[in-house]
Structures are given as C-alpha cells and as structure tokens.
T-cell receptor, first 110, second 113 residues
Framework: EDQVTQSPEALRLQEGESSSLNCSYTVSGLRGLFWYRQDPGKGPEFLFTLYSAGEEKEKERLKATLTKKESFLHITAPKPEDSATYLCAVQARSNYQLIWGAGTKLIIKP | DVKVTQSSRYLVKRTGEKVFLECVQDMDHENMFWYRQDPGLGLRLIYFSYDVKMKEKGDIPEGYSVSREKKERFSLILESASTNQTSMYLC????????????FGPGTRLTVT
C-alpha cells in the first residue's frame, strides 16, 4: 500500500538552530514528491517538486533532498517566520492522486 | 503567479441546507481538486476534474457532488449538509496530472450546526 510518513510530528527550534524534517514514503514507482508549507487557517503553499533520487532543490533557507525511500527538508538558520506546518505528498506512476503525509509542525522561537 | 480563489473564507450553515462552495483559478489549468482537511486526518481528496464537465471521485465523495461548467471554475456542492461535514475545504488546481504541483486556494472554513 502506498503511504507517506512524516517525522517528527512537531519540532521546536531556537532561531538560528538548523535541523531537518523527514518524509518517508513507500510507493510503487515514484512520479514526484512535493513539499508544501501551510500557515494556520490558510491553504498549503507549494515549495518544491522532486522527481528522482539524488535531486536537490533550494529556496532561501530551505533545501529539499530525495532518496529512493525518503526526502528531507533541511532548514538552515531558521527565523520565526519559518514557523508553519510542512506537508509532504507523493504521486505514484500508477495513480494521479497525491498521497499526503500528516505534516510536521515547526515552531521557531526567537 | 497562480491564483486560486474561493468564494468564502468562513461559512456557517444549518443541517439539511444545500451548500455551494466555489473555486476559480486564473492560470488556465486543466485539473482542479476539492479536498477537506481535518485535524489528525490530513488532506483527503473529495473529487477532482481533469476537464470541463469531467469529474472523478476521490477518497471521500459521499455526501458531495461537483460541477465544472467552465474551465476556470469548479464548484463543490453539499446536497444536504450534516454536522460531520464541518471542516476546512480546500480547492486546488494543476497544469496537468503527471508530476505537476497543485496550487491551493485560501480555504473555506465551513461550520454546520
């Protein structure tokens, strides 16, 4: 069965303290892996798409990487405004629907 | 930038009412989606549409229907609202289906009393 697991459920960091969020997946043939940011009461905001193992993408303090079994969202020297829930989703080659993880709630304390 | 708008940010309806949620995208995207998001359950797909007048059921279509008469507009209809349909409803659109990211609207917080 295709599934996505994100860890940890919640992460509290001090401003400037770098860390990583994990997205583990099992899917019968990966078409794409997507990262989103969601602020409370708002819709998810698209961040990155990764298509194959070894691929990396960066945006400001965020860097996403992909292996055959998991993806990491690395956050470098985070600021309080990076606080949000980060969602991961995968799309299998056999199905157009996205399979969503439960998200990681990131809190950055000043 | 892709813009997806939803007709209401907050909506309060009574049990048994017929409810219409509307979504409009301005990027000529082929595909549109309706999700609901509940604490602990994550994002769940209700319906999606890959072309005008075409629709496919998602994981939880019961109690809902959809309409797509124009490419830019996708409506979600609750035929007879029930309290278990209280939720955050999110509309999304994408350029295509294979490997394309979805862009979301701001969401509609629906409360059914």
């Amino acid at each position: 069965e295709d599934q996505v697991t994100q860890s940890p459920e919640a992460l509290r960091l001090q401003e400037g303290e770098s860390s990583s969020l994990n997205c583990s997946y099992t899917v019968s043939g990966l078409r794409g892996l997507f990262w989103y940011r969601q602020d409370p009461g708002k819709g998810p905001e698209f961040l990155f798409t990764l298509y194959s193992a070894g691929e990396e993408k960066e945006k400001e303090r965020l860097k996403a990487t992909l292996t055959k079994k998991e993806s990491f969202l690395h956050i470098t020297a985070p600021k309080p405004e990076d606080s949000a829930t980060y969602l991961c989703a995968v799309q299998a080659r056999s199905n157009y629907q996205l399979i969503w993880g439960a998200g990681t709630k990131l809190i950055i304390k000043p | 930038d892709v813009k997806v708008t939803q007709s209401s940010r907050y909506l309060v309806k009574r049990t048994g009412e017929k409810v219409f949620l509307e979504c409009v995208q301005d990027m000529d995207h082929e595909n549109m989606f309706w999700y609901r998001q509940d604490p602990g359950l994550g994002l769940r797909l209700i319906y999606f549409s890959y072309d005008v007048k075409m629709k496919e059921k998602g994981d939880i279509p019961e109690g809902y229907s959809v309409s797509r008469e124009k490419k830019e507009r996708f409506s979600l209809i609750l035929e007879s609202a029930s309290t278990n349909q209280t939720s955050m409803y999110l509309c999304a659109s994408s350029l295509g289906t294979g490997g394309y990211e979805q862009y979301f609207g701001p969401g509609t917080r629906l409360t059914v009393t």
